[in-house]
């Protein structure tokens, strides 16, 4: 994420791992979000196609969404007094025309964020991250879930509002220290994702499980940094719409031994009937600077009630990712036969479309794109600028989201070249093969961080962070 108001997800200053908002920078855009200054001669307006999802004075940021027919769901996080932030969902029974009150789903009195949603049939999933209090001075998070069970927009939730979530992640912690210097720190479980194919549903993450402190005695008094050095990616599973999840937990970053640790995180998942497709983002260790040389593995799931990867969890992962520098934010989505995945790169060997631009081309991003057409065995060369360079402009793109349905596939991306500036997207009629011209999605100028999903009928449905109210909004338009 790249606007620091704008984003719950945020890379560490070593950019090994993302993390929760701090509960001070979470003060602080509250109070910076609630400026609206007095003499403002007219009230801003949102365009006449936005809905204002959240409609709060709070801070609301971090969207996602998802459909099941016509039955839409967008989920955010809240602030709600404090240093408490919460998840709430609001749900559109029409194909996104209206929608209902938000409903508050992790109901806590804790920090819960960066919440993602899948939905089939008519049961919605959500997780989230949460804080859970470990001892005096650190905290832990860990990954919850909940079920919701949706008949004409009456919820029956597993576990009930009135209890906790149902916690994923283990709460106990299989980490250490690699340095001598003390330090009692938590392993975070991080950035969840979840998808749902029929009655099976499957929730993954990114697990710390290696840390080290840095004391600089040259500050009064000592400074002490806390740095991930491994973290791995776990999945989970439920063949029974959420009702129950398997006990196994799979690592699917692995193997690794202590000369190939290295922090995986950000996941993203797609599935179809007869696979599960899972990508993430690896940072191999040492980190070269200034451009980190991380990059995008892969793995698939033959058959959902099994454990056949591909590769074997007892092998490297396969990289998608070619020789893309900096290759970060990896989203997935999947139609029959069909993968596709798009990320966020800087790949100094192409070349932007304009030469006279003033962002050089080793700290350029752009988005790039790869596609199989046989469930994942093969996909397209990620070093073919041609083919993959997909936002291919001079100025800066990132933070992408990918949707299919059918033969209609989204992208959307956020875009600084001054003509497309703001939310930028490309869309295929015909599986992929061909890709309009980037045109932007009408906003008010203000727009961030967007989720996505192409609908049945070929209509794009957009969600994001929108400022031009004052404050940060969750807002849905159909394009």
């Not at 993390?19 to 920078?25: F, R, V």
Request: glycine share 8%; proline share 8%.
């Amino acid at each position: 994420m790249r606007n620091a108001e704008s984003e719950a997800r945020s890379k560490s200053p070593s950019g090994f791992f993302y993390s929760a908002l701090s509960p001070l920078l979470i003060a602080l855009l509250f109070t910076l979000s609630g400026c609206k200054g007095e003499n403002q001669p007219s009230p801003p307006e949102l365009p006449a196609n936005v809905i204002n999802l959240s409609n709060t004075e709070a801070l609301s940021i971090a969207p996602d969404s998802a459909a099941s027919g016509e039955t839409l769901y967008v989920v955010w996080q809240e602030h709600v007094g404090g240093q408490n932030m919460e998840v709430f969902l609001s749900r559109s029974g029409d194909g996104g025309a209206t929608f209902g009150a938000p409903v508050n789903v992790s109901q806590t009195s804790v920090f819960s964020g960066n919440p993602q949603v899948a939905a089939s049939g008519n049961f919605v999933h959500i997780v989230w991250e949460e804080t859970v209090p470990t001892n005096v001075e650190a905290n832990e998070f860990d990954i919850f879930y909940r079920r919701g069970e949706d008949v004409n927009g009456t919820f029956t939730w597993s576990p009930p509002l009135s209890e906790t979530g149902l916690r994923l992640s283990s709460p106990i912690q299989n980490c250490r220290n690699n340095t001598d210097t003390p330090g009692d720190d938590p392993c975070p479980s991080q950035l969840p994702t979840v998808v749902a194919s029929g009655a099976n549903v499957f929730v993954a993450w990114g697990e710390s499980t290696i840390y080290q402190f840095e004391i600089d005695n040259s500050l009064n008094p000592p400074s002490k940094t806390f740095r991930i050095i491994n973290s791995e990616i776990l999945l989970r599973r439920s063949t029974d719409d959420g009702t129950t999840f398997d006990p196994t937990i799979f690592t699917i970053s692995g193997p690794k031994d202590d000369s190939t640790l290295s922090p995986s995180f950000a996941p993203t998942l797609a599935a179809t009937a007869d696979e599960i497709y899972i990508a993430w983002e690896d940072v191999p260790q040492p980190q070269p600077l200034p451009v980190a040389h991380s990059k995008v593995f892969f793995r698939k799931l033959s058959d959902p009630l099994g454990s056949s990867f591909s590769p074997p969890l007892s092998q490297q992962a396969r990289v998608l990712s070619g020789f893309i520098k900096g290759s970060s934010r990896p989203s997935l989505a999947a139609e029959g036969n069909n993968v596709y995945l798009i990320w966020e790169g800087s790949p100094e060997r192409c070349p932007a479309v304009q030469d006279n631009t003033a962002i050089a081309a080793s700290t350029r991003s752009e988005i790039l794109f790869v596609r199989s057409s046989n469930q994942g065995d093969q996909f397209t060369d990620p070093n073919d600028c041609t083919q993959s360079n997909f936002s291919n402009t001079a100025g800066s793109s990132n933070s992408p989201r990918i949707s299919v349905s059918g033969s209609s596939v989204y992208v959307v991306w956020m875009e600084s070249t001054p003509d497309l500036a703001g939310m930028a997207f490309r869309k295929s009629e015909d599986g992929g093969d061909t890709f309009s011209a980037s045109s932007n999605i009408e906003t008010a100028g203000s727009a961030a961080n967007p989720s996505i999903i192409a609908a049945a009928d070929g209509t794009l449905l957009a969600s994001w962070e929108d400022a031009t109210l004052g404050n940060l909004e969750i807002v849905f338009a159909r394009e």
